[in-house]
C-alpha cells in the first residue's frame, strides 16, 4: 500500500523525515524514496529499491548529503517516488498513496488533448504519482487541481506536494486512508502512521478529514479545501495494516484489536475445554489472540516465532511461489508449545489460504493434538477497488469465493455471492466449512461483520466494508468536468 511523511521545520529537517518515513516501512517493501528544498530553494531527490533491504540501511549513505527545512519521504509498494515535476506553479516534488482504477482512461484523455507523453514505472505500468501531476497541473492553482485529480480518479488517492518551504498535505476523497498533522516547537508535520510522531516530539494537531487539504509551514497549518460528508476509512487499519501504536479517528490500533479478539472469545464458550492454549498469527493476529487469550481465561502461547530481520510481509510479492517461501520462512515453529497441543489461532484474516494451509499441516507435523482457527474479520469476498492490499489476478484466488465456487459449480454472479455473506445462514455455514476441510483445520469461524465494527467503536457508515460486502460509496462515477 505505502506511507508517506513530510515536514517543514525552522531548522534542519533532515533527521525527522529519515526517521518519519521509516516508521511506515510495515507498509510497503518496494520502493523508498526523499525529497528535499535545499538551501538554494532546489529540491534534491534519491529514490532506493528496499525490496531486499531496509529504508533506513538504504538511505544511510544519503542522509549526510541532504540538508533543508522542508522535506517528504515515502515507502511505496511499486512505482518511484517522489517525482519532481515542472510545472507552471514552480517546481514540486510528490508522493501519492493510493489506487487508480482508470490509470489507462485519464491518459488516454490526456493525449487524446494534446498531451505527449507519460513515463513507465519500474514494473512497465504507468507512474501513478505522474497521473495525480498531471492532473494537479491542468487547474490554476495547486489546490483547485488536487481537488480535481481527487474526483477524477476512480479509487483512492492522499498526497504531500511539496514546493519551496511548504506543503500541501490532502486526504483521499472518501479518507479511505489517514492522513495526520502533528505538532511541535518550530515545525509541523504530515504521516499517515500517528506511530511515527511520539520518538519525534510530535504532538497531534488534526487529522484530516476526507478530501480535505491542507498547506502547512514550519508555523502555521492552513485549511485550504473543507472535509466532505462522506467518510469510508478502511477498516483494514485495525484489522492488519495498522502500526499497533497508531490512532486513526481517534481509535488506537492495538486496543481495538484486544476488543475484538474479545469478542470473538464470547462465541466460543463451548469449545473452550477442548484447547490448552490460544496463539496468534505474527503480528497482527497476535493482538486478537491477546484479547481472545483474556476473555476466554485460555493461556496466551506463542508457537510460532517470526524472524524480522530479513523476511517482508508474505502479501507484498506478487509472485505467489514467492509469497509462500517468505510465509514459511519467516515463522519459526516452537516446538514445546506445539507437540501434543490443541491449539486456538487467531489471525487477521484469510486471504488466499495457501499460506494458512501450509502453516497448519506444519503443525501437525510437529505433533499439534488439534488447530481450531479464528479470523479477526468476515471472510474476504471481493478484491480491493481501493487501495493496493493485495494485486491478486482473480478473486477466485480468495479462500472464500474457491469455496463458493465448488459448492455452486456454476457462474458466482453478485447475488449468487451475497446469499453467502448472510451471517449464519446454511450457505454461509457451508463456504465456512468448505474453507475449513480445505486448511484442514478441527474448526474455523470468521468474526461477523456487526462485532467487528462494534469492536472499532466507529458508526459503521463511516468504514469501508468492501472487501466482505462488495458495497460502498455509490457515486464513484470520475468527474472530468
Known amino acids: 500500500m505505502g506511507g508517506f511523511f513530510g515536514v517543514v521545520s525552522e531548522q534542519d529537517c533532515i533527521c525527522d523525515v529519515f526517521y518519519g518515513t521509516d516508521y511506515h ?107 495525480v501531476a498531471m492532473l494537479i497541473n491542468r487547474k490554476n492553482s495547486i489546490v483547485d487541481g488536487i481537488e480535481y485529480a481527487q474526483r477524477v480518479i476512480d479509487g483512492s488517492c492522499s498526497l504531500l506536494l511539496l514546493i519551496g518551504e511548504r506543503i500541501y498535505a490532502a486526504r483521499d476523497r472518501y479518507g479511505r486512508t489517514p492522513v495526520i498533522l502533528g505538532e511541535k516547537n518550530g515545525a509541523i508535520a504530515a504521516t499517515m502512521e500517528s506511530t511515527a510522531f511520539p520518538n519525534l516530539d ?61 469478542s470473538m472469545a464470547e462465541d466460543d464458550r463451548d469449545i473452550l ?15 486478537h489472540a491477546i484479547g481472545y487469550s483474556n476473555a476466554a481465561g485460555k493461556p496466551y502461547r506463542r508457537s510460532f516465532v517470526k524472524y524480522t530481520p530479513t523476511w517482508p510481509r508474505s502479501f507484498m510479492p506478487q509472485n505467489q511461489a514467492m509469497r509462500d517461501l517468505v510465509a514459511r520462512m519467516k515463522l519459526i515453529p516452537v516446538q514445546e508449545q506445539i507437540q501434543n497441543k490443541r491449539m486456538l489461532f487467531c489471525d487477521d484474516s484469510i486471504v488466499r489460504g495457501t499460506q494458512l494451509r501450509d502453516t497448519v499441516v506444519r503443525l501437525y507435523e510437529r505433533g499439534a493434538k488439534a488447530v481450531h482457527m479464528r479470523s479477526a474479520c468476515p471472510p474476504l469476498a471481493f478484491g480491493c477497488k481501493f487501495l493496493n492490499f493485495s494485486r491478486s489476478r482473480s478473486e477466485l484466488d480468495l479462500a472464500a469465493r474457491r469455496a463458493m465456487a465448488r459448492l455452486e459449480k456454476r457462474e458466482l454472479t453478485d447475488d449468487v455471492i451475497r446469499e453467502y455473506l448472510v451471517y449464519g445462514s446454511d450457505k454461509y455455514n457451508a463456504m465456512v466449512d468448505e474453507v475449513r476441510k480445505e486448511l484442514k483445520l478441527h474448526t474455523l469461524k470468521y468474526q461477523s461483520l456487526e462485532k467487528l465494527i462494534a469492536s472499532l467503536g466507529i458508526a459503521p457508515e463511516k468504514i469501508c466494508t468492501y472487501c466482505w460486502t462488495g458495497r460502498d460509496v455509490e457515486d464513484e462515477t470520475p468527474d472530468f468536468e
Open 273 to 287: 475445554d477442548e484447547i490448552d492454549s490460544v496463539c496468534g498469527i505474527p503480528d497482527s493476529g497476535i493482538a
Open 202 to 262: 510530535y504532538h497531534l494537531k488534526h487529522e484530516l478529514g476526507p478530501g480535505e487539504i491542507v498547506e502547512f509551514d514550519s508555523r502555521e497549518a492552513i485549511q485550504r479545501k473543507a472535509p466532505g460528508s462522506t467518510m469510508k476509512i478502511c477498516a483494514f487499519f485495525w484489522v492488519y495494516y495498522g502500526y499497533p501504536s497508531s490512532c486513526y479517528e481517534g481509535i488506537n490500533t492495538e486496543s481495538a484489536r484486544y476488543r475484538n479478539g474479545a
Open 25 to 131: 516501512s510495515h507498509l510497503g517493501t518496494k520502493r523508498g524514496g526523499l525529497a528535499v528544498t535545499g538551501e538554494n530553494g532546489r529540491i534534491t531527490r534519491r529514490i532506493h529499491d528496499i525490496t531486499n533491504a531496509q529504508f533506513r540501511s538504504k538511505f544511510d549513505d544519503d542522509i549526510g548529503h541532504f540538508s533543508g527545512r522542508a522535506a517528504i519521504g515515502v515507502i511505496s509498494d511499486y512505482e518511484d517516488q517522489p517525482l519532481i515535476i515542472s510545472s507552471k506553479f514552480g517546481t514540486y516534488a510528490l508522493v501519492t498513496v493510493g489506487k487508480i482504477n482508470n490509470i489507462d482512461q485519464i491518459a488516454q484523455r490526456a493525449f487524446d488533448q494534446g498531451y505527449a507523453h507519460f513515463s513507465e514505472s519500474s514494473n512497465g505500468e504507468l507512474n501513478p504519482t505522474e497521473i
